[in-house]
């Protein structure tokens, strides 16, 4: 579709690029070693690359390419409850501590985000709310909490650009929230010797040292799907009674918390059926879905919307990297408990904490797919970022602002 100055790309189309999009980075991560050492997710490669293209041609011709996205959150949701299912009521009991761990943190990390932002703000003389704007309100909550927050910002704090500035502060982080992840856990990794446990079948992701040997039928694939969409159903329905009951929660959280009780309800119930939990069709299925979300969101970032706000804004983003970074190394790490499955939940974590949960996913699954499963941090990190953190982060920017 055409218009005066642009170009919307429809969604059947737009997900066909994402398919190239995805095929683009993963080849560029087979031939460029550096990208691989560093964990950088394959569609995150792509993504970028993509991105740039489309700033070229809006910084050469003029043309504003946008894209159709609705088949891409619909990826999401999929993801998501491949996670639930291939989740074990062992890996949730073993999770009952590092969650409350990770919680805690994540809570302590939101005030430290504002305090950062609050603090470069003043430095650049800027006025405070761009501070939590560029802080919790547009990194660890996204584009959403971004969206949702500028226009009382921009009504009651004197910021009238607030909405481009939130949506300019979620965009970056996005990006450094693909780049941070996978060399926290190479530094970690390599620093502590750390390494997977064997493969039992794969959270998420099919390592590089099986991908190829593996053997998968259309009545695998076929069986995931089925299983995935009966989960999905479940999660819908129990997504309106919630929402009915006055809590709004997003769609992908109900289907991943159903998925998890049909994982662990279902073998019990039906023995005898097979259930495609934690086979190499699900990861194959869950994989195409997360690297093709996140290869439709980069490659879909209008660059050019936040070229006006580029100085003060990449100052304060730097400083939260570093700060990120530093809080991972220095006290998410050690409080996680040092070990390997830390190690992937700090590079979750840096997806999470400066973009949004499928970043945090991709890096953590960019590092088990070479180094082995880490089922316990696939679990506790979405229920955190996607459950938890909303709620908590509302009341912090509230704070914040009234202070």
């Known amino acids: 579709m055409d218009s005066d100055n642009g170009v919307l790309v429809p969604a059947f189309v737009a997900y066909t690029i994402g398919i190239v999009v995805y095929f683009i980075g993963m080849n560029l991560n087979r031939r460029i070693r550096v990208l691989r050492a560093y964990n950088i997710p394959e569609p995150v490669t792509g993504g970028l690359l993509a991105a740039l293209a489309v700033f070229g041609l809006y910084a050469v011709f003029g043309v504003e390419v ?31 501590r590092p969650l409350g761990i990770l919680l805690g943190l ?42 949702a927050w500028a226009p009382a910002i921009a009504a009651e704090h004197g910021v009238p650009n607030a909405m481009e500035i939130g949506i300019a502060a979620a965009t970056l982080g996005l990006v450094l929230a693909s780049l941070i992840g996978g060399p926290i856990a190479k530094y ?35 069986s995931v799907l089925l299983t995935l969409h009966v989960s999905i159903i479940l999660g819908y329905l129990a997504n309106q009674a919630i929402e009915s009951a006055g809590l709004k929660l997003p769609l992908f959280v109900s289907c991943l918390l159903a998925a998890i009780v049909l994982s662990n309800v279902g073998p019990v119930l039906m023995p005898r059926v097979h259930w495609p939990m934690r086979t190499r069709a699900l990861a194959i299925v869950s994989d195409f879905s997360l690297g093709l979300f996140l290869a439709m969101s980069l490659m879909s970032m209008q ?23 530093a809080f991972i190394l220095m006290i998410l790490f050690p409080l996680m408990g040092r070990d390997y499955q830390a190690a992937v939940l700090s590079a979750g974590f840096g997806g999470f904490a400066l973009g949004a949960t499928p970043t945090a996913i991709a890096n953590m699954t960019a590092v088990t797919k070479t180094h082995g499963p880490a089922p316990t941090a696939f679990i506790i990190l979405p229920l955190v970022s996607a459950f938890f953190v909303d709620i908590t982060n509302a009341f912090v920017i509230q704070t914040a602002l009234a202070w």
């Open 106 to 147: 994540t809570v302590l990390f939101i005030v430290l985000q504002n305090v950062v932002g609050i603090g470069a703000a003043t430095l650049l003389d800027l006025p405070a709310p761009i501070g939590i704007l560029v802080g919790s309100a547009s990194l660890i909550g996204g584009h959403g909490t971004a969206i």
């Open 188 to 222: 970690l990794l390599s620093r502590h010797a750390l390494s997977g446990p064997p493969e039992d079948g794969p959270v998420v992701g099919i390592s590089h040292q099986r991908e190829a040997t593996e053997q998968i039928n259309h009545v695998s694939i076929m």
């Open 66 to 96: 946008s894209f159709d996205l609705a088949t891409r959150d619909r990826l999401l949701v999929y993801f998501f409850t491949a996670i639930g299912l291939n989740a074990r009521l062992s890996d949730l009991i073993a999770g009952g």
């Open 303 to 325: 660059l050019w919307t936040i070229a006006g706000l580029a100085g003060p804004l990449l100052a304060i983003l730097a400083l939260q990297a570093l700060a990120a970074a």
